[in-house]
C-alpha cells in the first residue's frame, strides 16, 4: 500500500509539473475547456461530446509537454547550431494494476516511468525516472509483470541518465547511473550487456546479462536466454521460451524461472498472451516455490494511449502446499508521448 501511494503522489506530481509550464498564470486550455464543460448546460450529446474533448485536450498537453521538455533539455545537453532537429521519443507511462488471489490478499500497485529522450547527444543518453524499480523484485514477478510483494522491494523513486545502444561488437549494452530519492540519498548503477543471433528462417535467440548495484542494499545480477519462434508470412504470432537465473545479495539466494508464452496479436485493438511456467529458490535448500498458466487480454481502450489489461491466473505455490490458487490481474496502462506511430500492443522478435 505504501508503494501505491507514493506512486499516485509521484504521478500527480509529474503531471502537475507537466502542465505548469502551459498556464503562463492564465486559465489553460484544458482548464477553460473543463470550466466551460462545468458550467455549460447541454444536451446528453454535447455533454459527451465536450467531456471527450476535454480528455482529449488534457493527454495532447501532457504529450506536447513532455516532449518540450525533453527537446529543450536535448537541445542544451546536445544540439549544436547547425544541425536540424531530430524527432524526439519522451514518453510518460503511468500504470495502475490490481492483483487478486483466492489465498492471498488484494494487491493494489501503480508506478510511473519516464524517459527524456535526448536524441542529439552524440553518445545517445537518457534521462529517467521511476517510482517502483524492480531490481530487486523476486524474478517471478519481474518474469511476469504481476505485483510485487517482496521485502527487498526498493519502495522508493529513482532518477538518473542512461547511456544506451553503444556497440561492443556483436553487443550491445545500456549503463545507468543514478540516485534513490529519498533521504539519505542511495547511489545505484546498472549495466547490461546483450546479444541477439539469427539461428534459422524461423528460430531467433538474445542473451541478457544484468547487473545492478545499490549502496543500500549490495550488488544482484539477471541471466536471460530467450528463444524466438516465428513464422515470417505470419509475425502476428510469436512464440518464447526462456531461462531466466537471478542472484540478491541481500539474501544469499538464486532463483530460477523457467517460462513458455505465446503473443497473438489478433487486431489491431487487441493482444492475447499465454503463459505457462514454473519457478524455483535456492535456499534453504532448492524447491519449486510455483507453477503457472495464465491468459492475459490487452485491449487498446481509447486511441494510442489508454490500455486495459486482465490476466486470469492458476497457481500452486510451495506456501500452500501446492494447492490450487485461482486469481486475476487487472491493469490501466495511460501512455503520454508526442509520437503517434508508437504501438503499445505490438510484440516483435528482437533483431541483431
Known amino acids: 500500500m505504501t508503494a501505491l501511494t507514493n506512486s499516485i503522489k509521484y504521478s500527480s506530481l509529474v503531471i502537475s509539473i507537466f502542465l505548469s509550464p502551459l498556464s503562463n498564470g492564465k486559465e489553460s486550455s484544458s482548464e477553460s475547456m473543463f470550466n466551460e464543460y462545468k458550467h455549460e448546460k447541454v444536451n446528453e450529446p454535447e455533454h459527451d461530446e465536450t467531456f471527450q474533448s476535454w480528455i482529449d485536450d488534457t493527454q495532447l498537453s501532457i504529450s506536447d509537454t513532455i516532449q518540450e521538455y525533453g527537446a529543450s533539455v536535448d537541445h542544451f545537453v546536445g544540439k549544436t547550431e547547425d544541425e536540424e532537429p531530430i524527432s524526439n521519443r519522451s514518453y510518460i507511462r503511468i500504470r495502475f494494476k490490481s492483483r487478486y488471489t483466492h489465498r492471498e ?92 543471433d539469427q ?33 515470417r508470412d505470419d509475425p502476428s504470432t510469436i512464440l518464447k521460451l526462456s531461462s531466466n537465473i537471478q542472484y540478491l545479495d541481500t539474501d544469499n539466494n538464486w532463483e530460477f524461472v523457467q517460462q513458455t508464452e505465446i503473443l497473438d496479436r489478433i487486431d ?47 497457481d500452486f505455490q510451495d506456501k ?24 503499445r500492443l505490438k510484440r516483435t522478435i528482437p533483431t541483431p
Not at 152 to 172: D, F, P
Open 105 to 196: 490478499h488484494f494487491d493494489p500497485d501503480a508506478n510511473v516511468y519516464l524517459k527524456l529522450d535526448l536524441p542529439h547527444t552524440k553518445k545517445n543518453w537518457k534521462l529517467i525516472f521511476e517510482t517502483d524499480p524492480d531490481d530487486f523484485d523476486r524474478l517471478e514477478d519481474k518474469e511476469r509483470s504481476i505485483s510485487n510483494n517482496s521485502d527487498n522491494s526498493l519502495n522508493s523513486a529513482i532518477g538518473g541518465v542512461r547511456l544506451q545502444g553503444r556497440k561492443l561488437g556483436e553487443w550491445k549494452t545500456n549503463i545507468d547511473l543514478g540516485v534513490k530519492l529519498k533521504w539519505p540519498l542511495d547511489p545505484f548503477t546498472r549495466a547490461d550487456l546483450r546479444r541477439v
Open 199 to 231: 539461428l534459422s528462417h524461423n528460430w531467433t535467440s538474445r542473451f541478457k546479462q544484468e547487473i545492478f548495484y545499490y549502496h543500500s542494499k549490495g550488488p544482484g545480477s539477471l541471466s536471460s536466454l530467450d528463444l524466438y519462434y516465428a513464422r
Open 268 to 314: 489491431d485493438d487487441n493482444l492475447l498472451q499465454y503463459s505457462l511456467g514454473i519457478s524455483a529458490d535456492s535456499r534453504p535448500t532448492y524447491s519449486i516455490t510455483n507453477s503457472w498458466i495464465s491468459a492475459g487480454w490487452k485491449h487498446r481502450l481509447y486511441k494510442q494511449w489508454l490500455y486495459l489489461t486482465v490476466t486470469p491466473e492458476i
Open 320 to 343: 500452500f502446499n501446492y494447492k490450487i490458487n485461482p486469481g486475476i490481474m487487472v491493469e490501466l496502462e495511460l501512455f503520454f508521448s508526442s509520437d503517434r506511430g508508437i504501438d
